[in-house]
Nanobody, 125 residues
């Protein structure tokens, strides 16, 4: 099983980026997919996740409305659309997959069954 995050890069203040998480070796519609991020010197932080069964989503409170998670199961891909980016959004962004059907049970990195490598997002001021 492999999860591949991509789409990161350098973006200016208030810019937008869309990250992709492609799942290899699993059927993405059987897994909830979560996004996390880790800034230099800080702990990894939950960003958002989307369920496998009904498309339910949740976000960390302070990012709701700024980020949007979505999935395309035909492509085994989950997206994270990030708008109005600020320097404090600079981090390595990671995706992970879980068989859990209950999003409230998968709020931590360790709760996920499969975890991918990250993609760097840098926001310049």
């Amino acid at each position: 099983v492999q999860l591949q995050a991509s789409g990161g890069g350098l973006v200016q203040l208030d810019g937008s980026l869309t990250l992709s998480c492609v799942a290899f070796g699993l059927t993405s519609d059987e897994y909830a997919i979560g996004w996390f991020r880790q800034a230099p010197g800080k702990e990894r932080q939950r960003v958002s996740c989307i369920s496998s069964s009904n498309g339910n989503t949740n976000y960390v409170d302070f990012l709701e409305g700024q980020f949007t998670i979505s999935r395309d199961d035909d492509k085994n891909t989950v997206y994270l659309k990030m708008n109005s980016l600020k320097p404090e959004d600079t981090a390595v962004y990671y995706c992970a997959a879980s068989r859990s059907l209950i999003l409230s049970t998968i709020r931590t990195w360790d709760a996920y069954d499969h975890r991918g490598q990250g993609t760097q997002v840098t926001v310049s001021s």
